[in-house]
């Protein structure tokens, strides 16, 4: 199957300092890639969705100038927590997306742990 | 709204026997259907799907059963292995949208 990556795995901040994650689709372009945090024993929360040349379109509730979204190439999408606080500590999963068919599906990362002191 | 429902949180079955996760939904838009596999502290891991004009789909020891009339689907595993121990999601998708709606998870333990 097709394979995504995340990095960094782990990480620890300082509140009020930025943190960026990156995700990378390693064998396929990826036409959109998906942000989700997911809380202890909660389901996947989608964050935001983000093509490639375009503004990333965010969830109800999701702060933009908090979270942004860079989606450089069809490979590469970044989100950066901006002035974190411990309330974004969580976990951070992206997902890329081909999109040639309906029948194409979302192949997910393996995840960022944010711990935000 | 939680559109998609996984009432079970957690499930444990013998070795060997069948396991039997369940998930309903509300939105009768939704046309595409999976289900993920996802190990602590990693990403999901995609097992399989079937779209609205199929009622069944196979894949090895994976079925996914599909009841439209009662917006309902269940993912059967036969026969369970310990290595099947995870927690799984179904999710949902509607024609033409890309984004996938998830339920909240079933925590699969399988007992040697």
């Known amino acids: 199957g097709a394979v995504v990556s995340q990095h960094p795995s782990w990480v620890i901040c300082k509140s009020g300092t930025s943190v960026k994650i990156e995700c990378r689709s390693l064998?396929?372009?990826?036409?959109?890639m998906f942000w989700y945090r997911q809380f202890p024993k909660q389901s996947l929360m989608l964050m935001a969705t983000?093509?490639?040349?375009?503004?990333?379109?965010?969830e109800q509730g999701v702060e933009k100038d908090k979270f942004l979204i860079n989606h450089a190439s069809l490979t590469l999408s970044t989100l950066t927590v901006t002035s974190a606080h411990p309330e974004d500590s969580s976990f951070y999963i992206c997902?890329?997306?081909?999109?040639?068919?309906?029948?194409?599906?979302?192949?997910f990362g393996p995840g960022t742990r944010l711990t935000v002191l | 709204d939680q559109q998609v429902k996984q009432n079970s949180p957690s499930l444990s079955v013998q070795e060997g026997r069948i396991s039997i996760l369940n998930c309903d939904y509300t939105?009768?838009?939704?046309?595409?259907f999976l289900w993920y596999k996802k190990y602590p502290a990693e990403g999901p891991t995609f097992l399989i799907s079937?779209?609205?004009?199929?009622d069944k789909n196979e894949d090895g020891r994976f079925t996914v059963f599909l009841n439209k009339s009662a917006k309902h689907l269940s993912l059967h595993i036969v026969p369970s292995q310990p290595g099947d121990s995870a927690v799984y999601f179904c999710?949902?998708?509607?024609?033409?949208?890309?984004?996938?709606?998830f339920g909240t998870g079933t925590r699969l333990t399988i007992i040697p």
């Open positions: 997902s890329a997306y081909q999109g040639q068919d309906i029948t194409d599906t979302q192949y």
């Open positions: 064998d396929f372009q990826a036409t959109t």
């Open positions: 983000s093509n490639e040349g375009s503004k990333a379109t965010y």
């Open positions: 939105n009768s838009m939704f046309d595409y």
């Open positions: 079937i779209s609205s004009i199929k």
């Open positions: 999710a949902a998708r509607d024609f033409g949208n890309e984004k996938l709606t």
